[in-house]
């Protein structure tokens, strides 16, 4: 086992508690070494040992790899043949904002509501949203819970579109006996700050379609070899493959998952034990199905009693103790960008009421596999006289 990189070795305040610092080993420093003295930085072989090892890894069998998770679902909508005219069922409550792909490629988002304990899209709520220009529904695996892949799976048969799996959030999570990225027809992982697996930026997409797998590579970026083609305009692809350097980290990273998941099992575990201080505390929801989550982030839901005001007040108090948190999701149906969608797409305030209940009130604490048992006793002190100092008492729910 390696051992991880000394977080005072990191150029930042040593004094601050992050909210997320990834979990480098020498091994990863090994590999990137490695891939610098080497011919081929781009779009070498260290890109294509990625994609295989992590599709094995998730029992898929194709990965092709990008410059972003947001990236993969744009290019994993484009080769389904979604744009303009079309329409993508997906959720507004996210870390990663994945769901702006849908804009990306000339489609309309039309948002469902959240189930209220998962934070995951609602079948149900999906179902009541599937109209006759519906092409996709996205489901979404929020902050590490997985979402309702069974019913999902149902539904999108039942009603003739494609199921896109977003696991920006979730590597390591298992539904069913299955690991996230198992589920969708296209999965699409991000490993930018803060999940586990952490590249610095890029993106993976999974997929046992070769057709589907043929389109993604196709669309992704030019060959060397294309470059002669007359055909090469007839679909204009991006430039957003990954580099040989950030493939070399993802496979360090990749070979040392489950060494870097079981460390931050150990720090939830910190978390679990001082969060019971907290007046109501519930535990952290296992909804039906699930084997394991791994989460992203700790995420608290603030008590009704908070609002989203109250909550930045909480995070100001916080930083004022040197500890960095942050409101979990910014609703990307309260965005500019979707106002003019408006309400027949669940684009007004007020349309989505659980997703706003929780989006309000939903806070990030740090969380990664550095943090001491002592650090995690001093934050949720912190954040318990925070919670007491905006006026609003110290109910708080997970």
Same mark, same amino acid.
């Given at each position: 086992m390696d051992a991880p990189v000394n977080p005072q070795d990191v150029d930042h305040d040593e004094d601050w508690i992050l909210l997320t610092d990834p979990d480098v080993s020498g091994r990863e420093l090994e590999r990137v070494i490695r891939a610098l003295r080497s011919s081929? !930085? &781009?779009?070498?072989?260290?890109? %294509?040992?990625? %994609?295989?090892?992590?599709?094995?890894?998730?029992?898929?069998?194709?990965?092709?790899?990008?410059? &972003?998770?947001? +990236?993969?679902?744009? #290019?994993? =909508?484009?080769?389904?043949? +979604?744009?303009?005219?079309?329409?993508?069922?997906?959720? *507004?409550?996210?870390?990663? /904002?994945?769901?702006h792909a849908i804009l990306l490629a000339g489609a309309t988002p039309n948002f469902a509501e959240i189930d209220y304990w998962s934070g995951c899209i609602s079948p149900s709520a999906a179902a009541d949203r599937i109209g006759p220009k519906t092409k996709a529904i996205i489901g979404n695996n929020c902050n590490g819970h997985p979402a309702a892949w069974k019913a999902l799976r149902q539904l999108a048969e039942s009603r003739g579109v494609a199921l896109l799996e977003d696991s920006t959030e979730a590597i390591? &999570?298992?539904?069913?006996?299955?690991?996230?990225? *198992? @589920?969708?027809?296209?999965?699409? @992982?991000?490993? &930018? /700050?803060?999940?586990? #697996?952490?590249?610095? %930026?890029?993106?993976?997409? =999974?997929?046992?379609?070769?057709?589907?797998?043929?389109?993604?590579?196709y669309l992704r970026a030019h060959r060397l070899s294309d470059r002669t083609s007359v055909s090469i305009g007839s679909r204009v692809p991006l430039q957003g493959g990954m580099s040989d350097l950030t493939a070399a980290l993802g496979l360090a990273q990749l070979e040392r998952i489950d060494e870097i998941l079981a460390r931050?099992?150990?720090?939830?575990?910190?978390?679990?034990?001082?969060?019971?201080?907290?007046?109501? +505390?519930?535990?952290?929801?296992?909804?039906?199905?699930?084997? %394991?989550?791994?989460?992203? #982030?700790? $995420? $608290?839901? !603030?008590?009704?009693?908070?609002?989203? *005001? *109250?909550?930045?007040? +909480? $995070?100001?108090? =916080?930083?004022?103790?040197?500890?960095?948190?942050?409101? @979990?999701?910014? =609703?990307?149906?309260? /965005?500019?960008a979707y106002q003019a969608l408006g309400e027949a797409y669940n684009c007004k305030r007020g349309c989505l009421k659980n997703t706003e209940r929780i989006g309000d009130r939903s806070l990030a604490l740090p969380f990664y596999g550095q943090l001491g048992a002592d650090e995690v006793k001093f934050l949720v002190k912190t954040l318990k006289d925070a919670c007491t100092n905006v006026g609003a008492g110290a109910a708080i729910y997970l």
């Amino acid at each position: 086992m390696d051992a991880p990189v000394n977080p005072q070795d990191v150029d930042h305040d040593e004094d601050w508690i992050l909210l997320t610092d990834p979990d480098v080993s020498g091994r990863e420093l090994e590999r990137v070494i490695r891939a610098l003295r080497s011919s081929r !930085l &781009s779009a070498g072989p260290l890109v %294509e040992d990625f %994609e295989a090892e992590f599709a094995a890894h998730h029992g898929r069998a194709y990965g092709v790899a990008t410059a &972003s998770g947001t +990236i993969g679902m744009w #290019l994993a =909508l484009r080769a389904l043949g +979604i744009g303009p005219g079309d329409e993508v069922v997906a959720c *507004s409550y996210g870390w990663h /904002q994945t769901a702006h792909a849908i804009l990306l490629a000339g489609a309309t988002p039309n948002f469902a509501e959240i189930d209220y304990w998962s934070g995951c899209i609602s079948p149900s709520a999906a179902a009541d949203r599937i109209g006759p220009k519906t092409k996709a529904i996205i489901g979404n695996n929020c902050n590490g819970h997985p979402a309702a892949w069974k019913a999902l799976r149902q539904l999108a048969e039942s009603r003739g579109v494609a199921l896109l799996e977003d696991s920006t959030e979730a590597i390591g &999570s298992r539904y069913l006996g299955k690991p996230v990225g *198992s @589920f969708g027809d296209l999965s699409v @992982f991000d490993f &930018s /700050q803060p999940g586990a #697996l952490c590249c610095g %930026e890029g993106g993976m997409v =999974l997929t046992d379609d070769p057709h589907l797998a043929t389109e993604l590579r196709y669309l992704r970026a030019h060959r060397l070899s294309d470059r002669t083609s007359v055909s090469i305009g007839s679909r204009v692809p991006l430039q957003g493959g990954m580099s040989d350097l950030t493939a070399a980290l993802g496979l360090a990273q990749l070979e040392r998952i489950d060494e870097i998941l079981a460390r931050r099992k150990q720090v939830e575990a910190f978390y679990r034990d001082e969060m019971q201080s907290f007046e109501g +505390i519930k535990p952290p929801y296992l909804g039906p199905d699930v084997d %394991e989550v791994h989460w992203m #982030l700790y $995420v $608290v839901h !603030l008590g009704a009693r908070f609002s989203a *005001s *109250s909550r930045a007040q +909480i $995070v100001d108090d =916080l930083e004022a103790d040197l500890i960095e948190a942050a409101p @979990f999701s910014a =609703l990307m149906h309260q /965005q500019f960008a979707y106002q003019a969608l408006g309400e027949a797409y669940n684009c007004k305030r007020g349309c989505l009421k659980n997703t706003e209940r929780i989006g309000d009130r939903s806070l990030a604490l740090p969380f990664y596999g550095q943090l001491g048992a002592d650090e995690v006793k001093f934050l949720v002190k912190t954040l318990k006289d925070a919670c007491t100092n905006v006026g609003a008492g110290a109910a708080i729910y997970l």
